[in-house]
Every structure is written in structure tokens, then in C-alpha cells.
């Protein structure tokens, strides 16, 4: 096994030289049992692993042809072919969306795959989260049933997704800024044959992941595809704005709305903060796409993102997000986030609740109090 039982890899921050920027590795030479502890960690940022795993493999060669990488690439290539169908299924969303002229922006790791990575299959994500504007939400989800897409709920005990019921969707829809999960099941028949034999070898670590990659009860492989739409980014941000500041890309033939540098880079501050100072060992994955996006995040742009920060009440996470990206990554910072950064690090005259200050989240990411 490459993980322990309890699902926690060990805390520590050994292997962000993974995740780019300029960080170099810090030493060819590890043990094996360092190796490990390297998997455990690449594992638990899943959805990074088809670009962590090449780099982590070409500074530690010795270690190619071990069980353990195999594994790791395996697991891979199951992430990539899911990203891949994530796309292709979502064009059809896409394209009617924008037939019917509802407003939309791709968010999270839906947008930032499309902009920031070399392909979307070198980002992987749980599902295909869709900004539209809460006036909108009602027709964007009628597309997406029609695209085969409906409500669902997971059932825990046989590990596959179910159709939610009313009263299941009204609970999730009351207390959250979005609809209830909408999942397609796909059947695999597209993949080519090393793919389908990486994916079935990879099946004792899917645990590791969301419900994805399975068998259907006549053997046939299959996957989940979920699609995710919000109207707000939090309860008290609309997605207005963001959707409004978007502008159509295309990468690698796919057509989305991708919304401003600025509400990208914003959303993240916002993700990694928040899940920061209150879980262990959740959204550290994000700086990689934060490290992505930050030789963007200038002129105009910078001077957007900030003016969002203030506007949300979120100088405080602002700073505590975007001073790791000079500290633990090297980044090269424009002059405005330099400014932002000196002027955010006094204490305002105000209590920390008051200024959404809950301290620093970098410590909770990796898994230390």
C-alpha cells in the first residue's frame, strides 16, 4: 500500500517543488522510504498528479521502475482520460448555454485547466463547476437534464451516485450557493486499450479519489461525470460580476467563458483561505494553480484582484495566500500584489473576526496545528 489505512499522509511540505514555480528539488538523493512519503503525497494532491508525478520521477530517476511508480502512473492516466471526458461532455452544456444566451463562466479548476495548464487533461477535477447567474440557474439545469445530466446523491455504502430526491435537493439547495450535483454515468468507449488497462489496475486507489472510474453490474467500464452549477461563490458573493468580467477562450478546440485573471485568482484566495483555517489538509492542491496564473496577476489585473479584496472584506487572506506564493514558491510578484502585500501585513484597527482574519491557513493545508 502507498497510503496508510487512515487515509492521512504524514504533515510536511518536503514535495511543493512539485506543484512548479521556481522552487528547485532540494536533493536527488532520497531514501526510499522518503520516496514513499513523497507518493503518499502526491496521491493526496490527486488532482495534480499528472503533472507532479513526471517531475517528482525526473529528479528522483532511481525510482521509475518501482511498484510504487507504476501505481502512481496508473492512477494517473485514469485521472487524465476522466478530464478528458469531463470536456468533451461539457462542450454540449457549453454550446447550449450559449445558444439559449445564458449568461456563464466556467470556475475553478474547470476555468484555470483551460488557461493556465498545457492541456486540460494535466489538471484533473472533481466536476465541471458552471457560474450562472441566479436569475438563469433554473434554464442552465434544464440543459444539462437534457444533456443527460440530473440531480444525484451519493450513496456511501455501494459507492455510486443514486438520483436525489426532492427533498434531498431542496435540503442542499437551501443552505448552499449552488444546485444539487448534476452527474452523468459514462460509459468508456472511447478509451483506448492501454488507457482501460491503466484504469482497471488503478481501481485500488481510486479510493483515494471521488467516485469515478467503476464497472457497471454487466462489466462494462464506466465513469461519473458531475457538473456542478453555482450561483454564487459564497453566500454573500454573487457570481454576477465574475460572470459579467468573463471572455470566451479556446484550448485545445474546446469553447468556455473564462472569467477576469482577477475573479480567477480572487476565487482561489478565497478556496484556499477559507478551507485553510478550517480543515486540515484541504485546497493546498490550489497553489498550483495559483503559481500558474501569478506572472498574470499585474497592471490592470492586479489592481482589480485588490480592489476585490477590499470590496469582500478579505485583505487578511489575501495576504496570507498570496505572501506564500514569494515565500515557499519564488515567485516573481508585480509591483501592485508587492504594494497590497506590505500595506496588508499591518494589523488593522479593527477586531481579527471583524476583518475576516482567522489567522494563517498554511500550516492547516499540509496537515500541522
Known amino acids: 500500500m502507498i497510503l496508510s489505512a487512515d487515509r492521512t499522509p504524514p504533515a510536511h511540505t518536503r514535495f511543493l517543488w512539485t506543484f512548479g514555480g521556481k522552487i528547485p528539488c532540494p536533493s536527488a538523493q532520497i531514501s526510499a522510504e522518503e ?10 494532491q490527486w488532482r495534480l498528479l499528472p503533472i507532479t508525478l513526471p517531475r517528482f520521477l525526473r529528479y528522483h ?62 489538471r484533473a477535477s472533481m466536476d465541471v463547476d458552471i457560474a450562472v447567474p441566479r436569475s438563469h440557474v433554473h434554464v442552465a439545469e434544464s440543459l444539462a437534464t437534457e444533456q443527460g445530466f440530473l440531480p ?31 452527474v452523468r454515468r459514462q460509459l468508456a468507449t472511447d478509451v483506448h486499450e492501454e488507457a482501460r488497462a ?24 464506466a465513469c461519473y461525470l458531475t457538473v456542478d452549477i453555482h450561483h454564487g461563490i459564497s453566500p454573500e458573493i454573487p457570481v454576477v460580476d465574475l460572470v459579467a468580467s468573463s471572455s470566451t477562450t479556446i484550448c485545445e478546440g474546446a469553447r468556455a467563458s473564462i472569467p477576469s485573471i482577477a475573479w480567477l485568482v480572487f476565487h482561489l484566495i478565497y478556496k484556499i483561505y477559507w478551507e485553510g483555517v478550517y480543515s486540515y489538509r484541504k485546497g ?68 481579527p473576526l471583524e476583518a475576516n482574519d482567522l489567522g494563517d491557513m498554511w500550516p492547516k493545508l499540509w496537515g500541522f496545528r
Open 35 to 44: 520516496f514513499i512519503q513523497g507518493c503518499q503525497f502526491l496521491t493526496w
Open 61 to 122: 530517476p532511481q525510482f521509475q521502475q518501482t511498484e510504487e511508480a507504476r501505481k502512481l502512473g496508473d492512477l494517473s492516466l485514469a485521472l487524465q482520460e476522466w478530464a478528458k471526458l469531463q470536456v468533451k461532455f461539457a462542450q454540449p452544456l457549453v454550446a447550449a448555454l450559449e445558444k439559449q444566451g445564458v449568461p456563464y463562466a466556467l470556475l475553478k479548476g474547470s476555468a484555470v485547466r483551460a488557461v493556465a495548464y498545457r492541456g486540460h487533461e494535466c
Open 152 to 182: 444525484a446523491a451519493f450513496d456511501a455504502a455501494r459507492a455510486h451516485y443514486r438520483v436525489a430526491s426532492d427533498v434531498e435537493r431542496a435540503i442542499v439547495e437551501a443552505r448552499h450557493y449552488e444546485l444539487a450535483q448534476l
Open 198 to 221: 491503466a484504469i482497471l489496475r488503478s481501481f485500488p486507489l481510486m479510493r483515494w479519489v471521488p467516485p469515478s472510474w467503476h464497472l457497471t453490474d454487466a462489466g462494462e467500464l
Open 284 to 351: 493546498g492542491y490550489q497553489y498550483a494553480d495559483l503559481i500558474r496564473l501569478a506572472e498574470r496577476i499585474e497592471g490592470e489585473a492586479a489592481r482589480q484582484l485588490v480592489a476585490l479584496l477590499r470590496e469582500y472584506n478579505l485583505v487578511a487572506a489575501g495576504y496570507y495566500v498570496l505572501r506564500r506564493l514569494i515565500s515557499d514558491f519564488a515567485c516573481d510578484l508585480s509591483p501592485e500584489i508587492t504594494a497590497f502585500l506590505a500595506d496588508a501585513a499591518a494589523a488593522p484597527q479593527v477586531a
